[in-house]
């Protein structure tokens, strides 16, 4: 007792610093053990219920795009808050063309969808790679248009 007299600073310090990381630690679990950090998304799909596409919709982009002569095949996807949408061209199709499939795309859905979804258009040929294919479209909801990244060629490379 005549040490804790003595050293009484000392020891009102310690205590107090022992409650304090009790305190950190207990804060520390409990935001870790959030349910948010449980979900493979996090956040980022609140407002999804508002925005849902539906099957018929992907269906009538699907049959606006295939009606054009130089679309073999299309299938989608919806991932999150991604669309994806995978195009297969004959050979001869060109870049001209391919813009206006993806006009063709984003005139099936409404403003609010446009900037709610991101977009992703994996486009290829039926033949072997080419030096246009394979191409790839990128619209993110805060762009109005896509951003496109095609194949480099060997002619590229040098």
Do not use: C, W
């Not at 679990?29 to 919709?57: A, H, P």
């Not at 009538?60 to 009606?67: A, D, E, P, Q």
């Not at 991101?118 to 909801?141: C, G, S, W």
């Not at 762009?143 to 194949?151: D, E, M, S």
């Amino acid at each position: 007792m005549n040490i804790i007299k003595k050293h009484k600073f000392l020891v009102l310090f310690i205590s107090i610093f022992i409650v304090l990381m009790i305190i950190v630690i207990f804060g520390v679990i409990q935001s870790n053990s959030s349910s948010d950090s449980n979900s493979k998304y996090g956040n980022r799909l609140v407002g999804i219920e508002n925005m849902q596409i539906t099957d018929s919709r992907l269906q009538t982009v699907k049959g606006n795009v295939l009606s054009d002569k130089s679309v073999n095949d299309l299938s989608h996807d919806i991932t999150g808050r991604i669309i994806k949408i995978f195009i297969q061209v004959k050979p001869e199709t060109d870049e001209i063309k391919i813009q206006s499939l993806m006009n063709i795309i984003l005139e099936n859905f409404t403003d609010d969808e446009k900037k709610f979804y991101d977009f992703q258009v994996f486009i290829t040929n039926e033949v072997e790679e080419t030096e246009l294919y394979p191409m790839i479209a990128y619209k993110h909801r805060n762009n109005v248009a896509f951003t496109i990244t095609k194949k480099v060629g060997e002619k590229n490379e040098k």
